[in-house]
């Protein structure tokens, strides 16, 4: 990861493909384009490679967790559980929806923990959004089972395990609704762009239309379709559709290289008796997108980290710190700081990020370190990495 790192003439075929017809728009203009559907051949592809029924691109991962939400009818006053753990964007989408997002505990899956879950659920709580961070996953079986005691949507931010399946399904299609990213820096990208993945036919209506002002997509004239209901513009460019296409072309071999350099960097550190692993759900089989793992306390996590960094051991993150990841520095959020007012329904069901403290999340996240596995490393510089990581450790441990 990410997918940029071995951009080639697959890529390049499929952009071209598209200027020389000249349509950068997904729908209409049939025929200006020479047969160049991209957009919908990726959907149609996704569907394949992450065996759903149904994918529907859309301009980010953000997007594709607020379409998702709104495709199920999540809105105004709706509280939304999600990990402490995880991307702002999840959050953000969730919010922009007016809907309120409850954060909860993580485990050592450093995704939601299941019991943590089961304490927050309220009567106005519509949907559980595990956040399958670093190429790992949720307890799945687990969360799906709470959702049908209560009644509730399951839906998967999955915009970082790409390529990692869970009881030998994908990640994203195993909740009512799966979300991918397609950003710059995931495992696949199309530049900019996500996908929402569901099984269920009309929550896939939902994402269609909402996600093109409302369009129904009947018919061949675009100006004389019908509009069942509100929505916005959340739609992929060919353009950036032509590159995901390329790419998830090549998942398979993408997620093959990361395992190779995962696992050189994992039996390395396995020989440091002090180090222990995130775990993965029985049954889970990670994208090998980032390698996780716990030191003994913060004071030595910060030190690796900090030598990590000093020694040229790039991209490895404690995100116990990090106002991007981790709940502890989102001032911006626990103060509400927004540009336009938000309405009082959600003033005052986000009150609680004022006090709440999350001392297991705390626990698990001062003492881990999360490095990206990249693909474009050479079996010599995976082993010197290693190599020095391990080196480091020691140091710091001595
Ligand atoms: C990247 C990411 C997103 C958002 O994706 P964008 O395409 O950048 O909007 C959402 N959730 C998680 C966990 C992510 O890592």
Not at 326 to 350: A, C, D, F, Q, T
């Amino acid at each position: 990861m990410p997918g940029f790192e071995l951009f080639s003439d697959l890529e390049r075929k499929e952009v071209s493909d598209v200027l020389d017809n000249g349509v950068l728009m997904r729908y209409g203009f049939d025929g200006m384009r020479k047969g160049h559907w991209k957009a919908k051949s990726l959907e149609q592809e996704l569907e394949k490679q992450l065996q759903v029924k149904h994918a529907q691109l859309v301009s980010s991962g953000t997007a594709a967790v607020s379409v998702a939400l709104a495709s199920a009818g999540i809105g105004s006053g709706d509280e939304v559980i999600m990990p402490t753990f995880t991307f702002v964007a999840s959050f953000e989408a969730i919010m922009m929806l007016g809907a309120i997002p409850i954060l909860v505990d993580i485990d050592d899956t450093l995704t939601l923990d299941p019991i943590k879950v089961k304490e927050a659920i309220t009567s106005k709580t519509k949907a559980i959004m595990p956040v399958h961070m670093c190429g790992s996953m949720a307890n799945l079986d687990e969360l799906l089972a709470i959702c049908k005691t209560h009644n509730l949507i399951l839906i998967e931010d999955s915009s970082q395990a790409t390529g990692a399946t869970y009881k030998g399904k994908p990640l994203g299609s195993i909740g009512d609704l799966g979300c991918l990213s397609l950003d710059f820096v995931k495992i696949i990208t199309a530049g900019e762009g996500g996908a929402v993945l569901t099984n269920n036919e009309q929550f896939y209506r939902h994402a269609d239309h909402y996600s093109d002002h409302g369009h129904d997509h009947v018919g061949k004239d675009r100006g004389a379709e019908s509009h069942p209901f509100l929505g916005y513009n959340f739609r992929i460019s060919e353009l950036h559709a032509a590159v995901g296409l390329a790419q998830l072309r090549r998942l398979d071999e993408f997620v093959a290289i990361q395992k190779k350099n995962y696992t050189i960097i994992r039996e390395a550190l396995s020989q440091i008796p002090e180090v222990t692993f995130r775990r993965v759900p029985e049954g889970g089989v990670e994208s090998y997108s980032f390698l996780s793992f716990f030191l003994p306390d913060i004071e030595i996590s910060r030190k690796v980290s900090i030598a990590y960094k000093n020694k040229g051991v790039d991209a490895c993150w404690n995100y116990y710190d990090n106002s991007w990841h981790y709940i502890r520095e989102w001032n911006h959020l626990k103060e509400m700081k927004s540009l336009y007012p938000i309405s009082s329904e959600v003033k005052k069901g986000l009150e609680y990020l004022q006090t709440k403290t999350f001392e297991q999340s705390d626990h698990y996240i001062a003492r881990n370190i999360s490095c990206l596995i990249k693909l474009s490393w050479t079996e010599e510089e995976v082993r010197e990495r290693a190599e020095n990581m391990v080196g480091i450790i020691k140091s710091v441990l001595l």
